[in-house]
């Protein structure tokens, strides 16, 4: 079993649609989640962290973190053509490393 | 503003001729990281350096080898590259420690072409 997975294939929304993002994880003792975007030729950029169960908002992302189920999504509301990227789902075991998910690519349809 | 930045942006070697690659910070964070990406791949970590200690990942190839001379400077040497070692090539910094929470932060890659 890979350690972060992110199983979607690409996803097409329509602009001012939601889009919603999912990745499950291996190991329990995981304690930071991040969400970054990548842009076609350009390196990641963090976008979201979230530490704690629940709910994160920032603009018009929300991060949901459930550990009992080791799973991490991603909304984007109101989504824009200028989200249109690959997003890509990274999880910290407690030392120096980030393992990442494969991505996903969404594309928003104006 | 506080940066990771990445130098040459695009390199272009030939087949064996050893290029090396380097990232600066103003973040003043003690770890930096060196990826590989592929295209539709994950960053793969090559290896890392918590402050001076170097920390190189089981599978990362002889082929590569690293520096840190500073807190601010980290290199990536390509000893002979094969057309299988084109890549973008990622630096990242965080700052990790107690209580720290391991958010780490892209330079801009480097676009390595093996002709």
């Known amino acids: 079993q890979k350690e972060v997975e992110q199983n979607s294939g690409p996803l097409s929304v329509p602009e001012g649609a939601i889009a919603s993002l999912n990745c499950t994880y291996s190991d329990r003792v995981s304690q930071s989640f991040f969400w970054y975007r990548q842009y076609s030729g350009k390196s990641p950029e963090l976008i979201m962290s979230?530490?704690?169960?629940g709910d994160k908002e920032d603009g018009r992302f929300t991060a949901q973190l459930n550990k009992a189920s080791q799973y991490v999504s991603l909304l984007i509301r109101d989504s824009q053509p200028s989200d249109s990227a690959t997003y890509l789902c990274?999880?910290?075991?407690?030392?120096?490393?980030?393992?990442f998910g494969k991505g996903n690519q969404v594309v928003v349809i104006p | 503003d506080a940066m990771v930045i990445q130098n040459p942006r695009y390199q272009v070697t030939q087949f064996g001729k050893p290029v090396t690659l380097s990232c600066s910070q103003t973040?003043?964070?003690?770890?930096m990281y060196w990826y590989q990406q592929k295209s539709s791949q994950a960053p793969k970590l090559l290896f890392h350096?918590?402050?001076?200690?170097?920390?190189n990942e089981a599978d990362t190839p002889d082929n590569f080898q690293s520096r840190r001379p500073n807190t601010s400077f980290c290199f990536l040497d390509i000893r002979s590259p094969g057309l299988g070692d084109a890549a973008m090539y990622l630096c990242a910094t965080s700052r990790e420690g107690t209580g720290m929470r391991f958010e780490q932060f892209f330079g801009p890659g480097t676009r390595l072409t093996v002709l």
């Open positions: 979230i530490y704690s169960n």
């Open positions: 990274a999880v910290n075991n407690g030392n120096n490393r980030l393992a």
């Open positions: 973040l003043n964070h003690n770890v």
């Open positions: 350096y918590y402050d001076k200690d170097f920390n």
